[in-house]
């Protein structure tokens, strides 16, 4: 099951519950009402069940909104020799040559 919630300060938090094997997640998101996960162009990057997404680094949403996230979860980790960051990380998985789970079904959050 994946949840998520707008925070006080406009960041997404996004939880998940773990998946059997799993040592890394990718989060797909796209731009605000983009419902259709082939559009979900940015990616995020945790090894953990709980991932933010920074106010700084959100989509454009005004009130109305909705912004859809799914989870993906990998049998493998990125070590920071190979990338440095959480975006060049999830990049990483997306594009190398592993095999993710199925997409979780979206959370969808509305933005206030």
């Known amino acids: 099951m994946i949840t998520g919630v707008i925070n006080s300060d ?3 938090t996004v939880n998940w519950d773990a998946v059997d094997n799993a040592e890394s997640y990718l ?3 796209g731009d605000a009402n983009i419902a259709d996960p082939h ?3 940015y990616m995020g990057y945790s ?3 709980s991932w933010t997404l920074a106010t700084v680094d ?3 949403l005004v009130t109305g909104d ?3 996230f799914y989870v993906q979860a990998y049998n493998v980790k990125v070590d920071d020799k190979t990338a440095s960051t959480a975006v060049e990380k999830a990049r990483y998985l997306h594009d190398g040559p592993f095999t993710g789970s199925a ?3 979206p959370v969808t959050l ?3």
């Open 10 to 12: 406009n960041s997404i």
């Open 27 to 29: 989060i797909h998101y």
């Open 39 to 41: 559009d979900a162009k």
């Open 47 to 49: 090894e953990a069940t």
């Open 58 to 60: 959100l989509p454009t």
């Open 66 to 68: 909705k912004i859809y």
């Open 103 to 105: 997409w979780s079904t």
């Open 110 to 112: 509305t933005a206030k």
